[in-house]
């Protein structure tokens, strides 16, 4: 069965210092990638999508994120942490296979120390 | 000019009671979902609608109905509300099947 993995449920980092929220995917075909993110009390919004093509793919906010088949992976970063990062993260997968229904990870919650 | 929208943002209810919550888009989209979110912001999806057909309907209690009046509606309708439906609930939207979704900002729910 497809899954999503976001290791680690807290991601906590300092201002300023590098950005790392990993994915990892399970999908015997090629998956549409995503990451939304989620600020308190709003609704999620789409930060950057992987469909084909480039495997690098640039998000809003200064994210971006690498889609490795080896590695069925899909990790967010961004150089340098602000302290409006501090949100809920959620990777995404779509198959085609299974009508593109989106399987969501569990979230990773960022936490940015000043 | 809000792309997705839901009301009530926050409604508190009684148990056994029957409640409603409202989505609109106006991204022209094709189609639209209801989804779950609990208290650990685990992601359920309930219901999505395509071209006004229901094409994915999840294991949810039968207590809950989606209607959709036209595409750009899909409002969710509750019947005897639980304890365990205290959740906020989340509109979407996408282009298409496989598209990017477009989330409304949830309606609270508490049942009490």
């Known amino acids: 069965a497809q899954s999503v993995t976001q290791l680690g449920s807290h991601v906590s980092v300092s201002e300023g210092a590098l950005v790392l929220l990993r994915c990892n995917y399970s999908?015997?075909?090629?998956?549409?990638l995503f990451w939304y993110v989620q600020y308190p009390n709003q609704g999620l919004q789409l930060l950057l999508k992987?469909?084909?093509?480039a495997t690098l793919v640039k998000g809003i906010n200064g994210f971006e994120a690498e889609f490795k088949k080896s590695e069925t992976s899909f990790h967010l970063t961004k150089p340098s942490a602000h302290m409006s990062d501090a949100a809920e993260y959620f990777c995404a997968v779509s198959l085609m296979d299974s009508n593109y229904q989106l399987i969501w990870g569990a979230g990773t919650k960022l936490i940015i120390k000043p | 000019d809000t792309a997705v929208s839901q009301t009530p943002k926050y409604l508190v209810t009684q148990m056994g009671n029957d409640k409603s919550i409202k989505c609109e888009q106006n991204?022209?989209?094709?189609?639209m979902y209801w989804y779950k979110q609990d208290s650990k912001k685990f992601l359920k999806i309930m219901f999505s609608?395509?071209?006004?057909?229901?094409?994915i309907n999840e294991t949810v209690p039968n207590r809950f109905s989606p209607k959709s009046p036209d595409k750009a509606h899909l409002n969710l309708h509750i019947n005897s509300l639980e304890l365990g439906d205290s959740a906020v609930y989340f509109c979407a939207s996408s282009p298409g099947l496989g598209g990017p979704l477009h989330f409304g900002n949830g309606t609270r729910l508490t049942v009490t």
């Open positions: 991204l022209g989209h094709d189609t």
């Open positions: 992987y469909t084909t093509g």
């Open positions: 999908s015997s075909v090629p998956p549409y």
């Open positions: 609608y395509n071209n006004k057909e229901l094409i």
